[in-house]
């Protein structure tokens, strides 16, 4: 059995470089948990995972066998630490990604979810399979049954403005309060 997951190493790997150096380096008033000697490596070791390490052992040739183009759903959801399929973790945001073999074609609208209650975010991820069955599928529902997999990023990653997690707004209206005397 590996080491744990360090959650917040977790989280930082999924930041850019900048970001994570602002986050966590203490001359950038950051927590102060910047090791330089460590950070580096374990960014990437999060973010790559063993399957690098696999990948460069294979001294065999390959033989590529081409498979059908199938559609899949990958669920990208956004959270403040990882969390196992069981887990009750709050999901901040959340949107589906239609796949079909090696080609993207069409992505929902991200979403807030953060509030509703887990039996609700259930049922929003069911409506994201159906939308993109209703629009792309050929009336079989091959492809559209359940998600793939999911795609866990850092609630930092939220791509939807205003976003309360990035506070933006809040910064609006203090400059507007700030300027309107």
């Not at 790997?13 to 460590?38: I, K, P, Y």
């Amino acid at each position: 059995m590996g080491r744990p997951t360090r959650e917040k190493c977790w989280a930082c790997s999924l930041l850019t470089a900048v970001e994570a150096l602002r986050l966590h380096d203490t001359e950038q008033d950051g927590d102060g948990c910047w090791n330089e000697e460590v950070c580096h490596s374990r960014r990437s070791y999060y973010r790559k995972g063993r399957s690098r390490l696999v990948r460069r052992k294979a001294a065999v040739d390959e033989v590529v066998v081409p498979i059908p183009s199938v559609p899949y759903v990958v669920l990208h959801t956004y959270l403040d630490k990882p969390r196992q399929p069981s887990d009750e973790v709050v999901i901040h945001a959340m949107c589906a990604e239609l796949w079909v073999g090696n080609q993207p074609i069409s992505i929902t609208q991200p979403q807030h979810t953060f509030g509703l209650p887990p039996r609700m975010v259930k049922e929003y991820a069911r409506q994201l399979l159906a939308a993109l069955e209703q629009t792309y599928g050929s009336g079989r529902r091959s492809g559209f049954e359940r998600f793939a997999r999911e795609e866990q990023h850092s609630i930092s990653q939220c791509p939807i403005r205003p976003c309360s997690y990035h506070a933006e707004h809040l910064h609006l209206i203090a400059w507007e309060v700030a300027h309107e005397g």
